[in-house]
């Protein structure tokens, strides 16, 4: 089963930037809708940012105009440019196609923003 790999989080200060990656070893890759979640301690898993298959995109009303979705298919890897981080940015971070497939969760990346 391919399992998606997602990499780039860290230990940042507010208003610091972080470039996520995550390689999504689809066949179809290059059609398929891409996300971006995230879930903090004791929350849900919410969605943070949407990019077409045609590279249009959509984002969390928490992170519009912060953050930058973008996608390489040559590559297969989605991308999440963070700017401005905030302290409430602090979760671990996962990617899966849209609709999300329960086989494709990987591990997340850590991302912590804090003073």
């Known amino acids: 089963q391919a399992q998606f790999v997602e990499s780039g989080g860290g230990l940042v200060q507010p208003g610091e930037s972080l470039r996520l990656a995550c390689r999504a070893p689809?066949?179809?890759?290059?059609?398929?809708?891409m996300d971006w979640y995230r879930q903090a301690p004791g929350n849900q898993r919410e969605l943070v940012a949407r990019?077409?298959?045609?590279?249009?995109?959509t984002y969390a009303d928490s992170v519009k105009g912060r953050f930058t979705v973008s996608r390489d298919n040559a590559k297969k890897t989605i991308y999440l440019e963070m700017n401005n981080l905030k302290p409430e940015d602090t979760a671990v971070y996962y990617c899966?196609?849209?609709?999300?497939?329960?086989?494709?969760w990987g591990q997340g990346t850590q991302v912590t923003v804090s003073s």
């Open positions: 689809l066949r179809l890759f290059s059609i398929s809708s």
């Open positions: 899966n196609e849209n609709p999300p497939n329960n086989n494709y």
């Open positions: 990019i077409s298959s045609r590279g249009g995109t």
